[in-house]
């Protein structure tokens, strides 16, 4: 079940990501020539993506994994490295397309099933583990606590997300973030204490089997971002 405000934020994020910064986006995840304020974004992204593969098991041979917001597919592929079968999914079309083209020829045939659509969707089935890397940062604190609910519904072992934690330096770094032209910014990031949102996660009668563990900060210049682990109580 959707709130009306995760339905209008998803849509944002799809006319953002497919249409508004689809250049931009696919500039910032490869390793084209990019400004001093993107390249810190680039290297905490990648620092982060890094993270959450130290909290997945080195050996995923038999297990499927969500990608919650794929992108251009760079987690997609390295869980798929490890042996697992990841379904990775996207709201915007043209990530999906960059996705595909962007496909390792090494990785074992099926090993990545990319597709367009919502996270949410529980046609996609149960999975061992679900990843949502910087997917929910742009929707509402109540928002999140409710999708984290749902994903981890269909799954088995962990849900690993990312957030954006609320202090007084991001909020400074949001601020100068709002001088930049509209056209150049996604949907604004919605902050949110790890206290507030443990408290959330806590008050939500689907998680009462769950627990949330592990937390860890990675910040880097205009980039920065938490994860948190979800397993099971």
Known sequence: MHTATYDRRRGQLETYFDRTAAEAWARLTSDAPVSRIRATVRAGRERMRLVLLDLLPLDLRGMRVLDAGCGTGAFANEAARRGAHVVAIDVAPKLVEL????????LYPGSVEFRVGDMLDESLGRFDYVIAMDSLIHYLPGDVAEVLAQLAARTQRAVLFTFAPSNPALAAMHAVGRLFPRGDRAPSIEPVSEQALRRRLAQQPQLQDWRAARSMRVASG????????LVRA
């Open 99 to 106: 996705a595909l083209e962007r496909k390792p020829t090494d």
């Open 222 to 229: 205009f980039y920065t971002s938490q994860a948190m682990e």
